[in-house]
């Protein structure tokens, strides 16, 4: 996944603000997400936070990272 793509919410890449199917941001394809990504995304209804690995590429939110920046 892009960075650009990685910092968007996951419906948001989907559906537009009026609710409209968008374009998928690889295959250009108007329409709703792939099934595989949805299969995966149901994968985790039952699991704690992080615990389902194929979760992991669709996790977005920001971080801060200025702490690990500072000098020692």
Not at 15 to 33: L, Q
Request: aromatic share 8%; proline share 14%; net charge positive.
């Amino acid at each position: 996944m892009s960075d650009t793509e990685q910092s968007e919410r996951y419906w948001n890449r989907f559906a537009g603000p009026d609710g409209k199917w968008c374009r998928h941001p690889v295959t250009r394809i108007v329409g709703p997400p792939p099934g595989e990504e949805l299969a995966a995304l149901r994968t985790g209804l039952s699991a704690p936070p992080g615990a389902a690995m194929r979760l992991w590429p669709f996790c977005v939110s920001p971080t801060n990272d200025a702490l690990a920046r500072r000098p020692g």
